[in-house]
């Protein structure tokens, strides 16, 4: 499995951000975190999809995610974020991710299919471009 890493289409005020190492640590998460908020296009993305690869297993407690939300809650710039989808697939992972959004300040809603997630995104993007952008990610 590849890294941790976010993509930023300011044009189409869209990001993904993906999580795809084999596990995921408190301190990963908010390195990702922390790098996409302070990107100098941050403030121009109004939908956001995560994406968390049905094999990235969370090595913290469900404990922590009342931490992690405060640090994801943290904005160093504007957020003009409008809606935010988490496209999970794994059970534990879901679990984590309902929990999770519970404690965040944005409109995050979560699912486990790209169809859904672009439901649910209503970002002003072709179908078809969003699942281009999504295959395009692949390291």
């Not at 908010?30 to 690869?53: A, G, H, M, P, T």
């Not at 710039?77 to 999970?88: A, C, G, P």
Request: proline letters at 4%; one cysteine or more; glycine letters at 0%.
């Amino acid at each position: 499995m590849g890294s941790n890493y976010y993509r930023m289409y300011p044009e189409k005020k869209f990001a993904i951000v993906k999580f795809q190492s084999e596990t995921l640590s408190f301190e990963e998460a908010e390195r990702i975190n922390n790098e996409y908020k302070l990107d100098k296009d941050y403030s121009k993305i109004q939908y956001l999809l995560i994406i968390i690869d049905k094999k990235c297993v969370p090595l913290f407690n469900p404990s922590d995610l009342k931490n992690l939300a405060d640090s994801y809650n943290n904005a160093f710039q504007t957020n003009n974020h409008k809606t935010i989808v988490w496209l999970v697939a794994a059970p534990l992972v879901t679990a984590f991710t309902h929990l999770f959004v519970l404690h965040t300040k944005d409109n995050s809603l979560y699912c486990s299919t790209i169809t859904k997630a672009y439901e649910l995104l209503r970002a002003p993007i072709e179908f078809a471009n969003f699942k281009q952008l999504i295959n395009n990610l692949k390291k």
